[in-house]
């Protein structure tokens, strides 16, 4: 079934038209003159505009060019009892989809109505998959064997095939959006759009209009009717990203959509009806900004029907092995090169990392390292020094109670972060002094005063060269 809009001014016609069409399963509505199509075209979207081309007022051509600025994807079929070549290739340059002469037959009217209504389904749905593809392409699979993730990922199976509102919380970088992603997945809806809008991104003043779309001259700039996100999203889900950074005056208007599927675009007049699924994430504590006034309370009650809370990555540290070996995999396919090793030393430096910016970060180190590693292998030097820099000495030396040589004590503690610097650089003194901090030419000095002697050698700058 689609929404067909018929301007004639015959009535006739207009009549043999809406009854034929409707005959055809479709929802039909008549105007008789432009005019008064230009006025319904605020308030709804056609899939289809058939409209006759000689009228008093704004002719058939007129309306045809004021339709593709309001809404260009709406096919228009001319109809005129007054064809020629000329009006034909008029009609046709300037947009239109088909053009038919008076008298016009049934099945040729069908015909040509059931090619425009295809082109247009065919065009949302390349659109949609076209949509999909990026959003697949931008954000990796949920990914994580940890106790704790393995709980989330149970839970999201048992929620994904409700209808409930849900909330998402943790800290930024968790994942949030994957999540949403794997519900919207695991739903019923999963055949339908899945839109996400950082409401902490958009201007506040250009939010309302990206939820609820506007109407051609609502403001100053908005030159056609735009679709808002809840009718991109309607039969699919919409994810409501860093809600907690949502104006007051919007939550109102937010609210209300939600209880009544029902909203109106901004500067329009007519209740638009969508069936929308709503998933909500935050880095905040609701309930904090609720007694703080900054939430209304009814909202978060609204959206608070069922919480999933995800872990920061320090709380699952055994997950990022897993995590880096995958966006390792990612990162090199990208680049198109061999998927660089990644040594233990690397691993430990990144499981004692606290990673304040979680997964988000550790996919950004794991990009750096994969764009700077040599020969196939991630070393430290990959790293920033924030993640290996700050670590504790493995073990505590304390001073023993009939005292100590401090140079003694001091130079056994140099030779074992030697030591341990070269192994980790396989031998390779400009490498190991780089995991120390200091210059290729310290480390010579430090070995020679050190009596320390390394047999392996690398490219003539091994520990023994």
Do not use: W
Not at 13 to 41: K, N, T, W
């Amino acid at each position: 079934m689609a929404q067909i809009l018929i301007v004639d001014d015959e009535r006739s016609m207009r009549e043999f038209l809406e009854i034929l069409l409707q005959r055809e399963g479709h929802e039909v509505a008549v105007c008789g003159a432009a005019s008064d199509a230009l006025l319904a075209l605020e308030g709804a979207d056609f899939d289809l505009i058939i409209s006759d081309i000689k009228m008093p007022g704004i002719t058939g051509l007129e309306l045809l060019e004021r339709v593709k600025e309001i809404s260009p994807e709406t096919p228009v079929v001319l109809i005129t009892a007054h064809g020629s070549t000329e009006s034909a290739v008029e009609a046709m340059r300037l947009g239109a989809y088909d053009y038919l002469t008076k008298p016009c037959s049934v099945d040729e009217i069908c015909l040509v109505v059931d090619k425009a209504l295809e082109k247009r389904t065919l065009s949302s749905e390349n659109r949609r998959l076209r949509r999909e593809l990026q959003d697949r392409a931008a954000l990796p699979t949920m990914v994580g064997n940890s106790a704790k993730m393995r709980e989330v990922s149970d839970f999201v199976r048992r929620v994904a095939p409700t209808k409930t509102n849900l909330l998402i919380t943790g800290e930024s970088g968790t994942g949030k959006e994957l999540v949403a992603r794997a519900v919207h997945a695991l739903s019923d809806r999963k055949d339908r759009s899945f839109v996400a809008v950082n409401c902490g991104a958009i201007p506040e003043s250009l939010l309302e209009s990206e939820l609820f779309g506007h109407v051609k001259g609502a403001f100053t700039g908005a030159v056609a009717n735009k679709l808002g996100l809840f009718e991109v999203a309607d039969g699919g889900t919409l994810f409501l990203d860093e809600i907690g950074e949502m104006a007051l005056p919007l939550q109102v208007k937010v609210l209300r959509a939600i209880q009544d599927r029902t909203f109106k675009r901004v500067g329009g007049t007519t209740d638009i009806h969508v069936d929308v699924r709503i998933l909500c994430a935050t880095n905040r504590r609701l309930e904090d900004e609720v007694r703080a006034g900054r939430f209304r309370e009814d909202l978060f009650y609204r959206l608070n029907v069922i919480e999933v809370r995800l872990p920061p990555l320090r709380e699952r540290a055994e997950d990022i092995a897993h995590l880096a070996h995958f966006f390792l995999e990612k990162f090199a396919s990208e680049l198109e090169r061999p998927i660089p090793e990644m040594g233990p030393e690397v691993l430990a430096a990144l499981e004692a990392y606290a990673f304040p910016g979680n997964v988000r970060e550790l996919e950004n180190l794991i990009e750096r390292a994969v764009t700077l590693a040599s020969d196939d292998r991630i070393s430290l030097d990959c790293l920033p020094t924030t993640v290996f820099g700050r670590r504790e000495p493995k073990e505590s030396r304390q001073l023993p109670e009939d005292g100590a040589d401090l140079n003694e004590l001091l130079a056994d503690y140099e030779r074992a972060l030697i030591l341990e610097a070269l192994e980790r650089a396989g031998g390779v003194k400009k490498r190991a002094a780089m995991h120390l901090g200091i210059s290729f030419r310290s480390l010579r000095y430090r070995l020679e005063k050190l009596c320390l002697e390394d047999p392996r050698s690398d490219d003539g700058e091994s520990s023994d060269s």
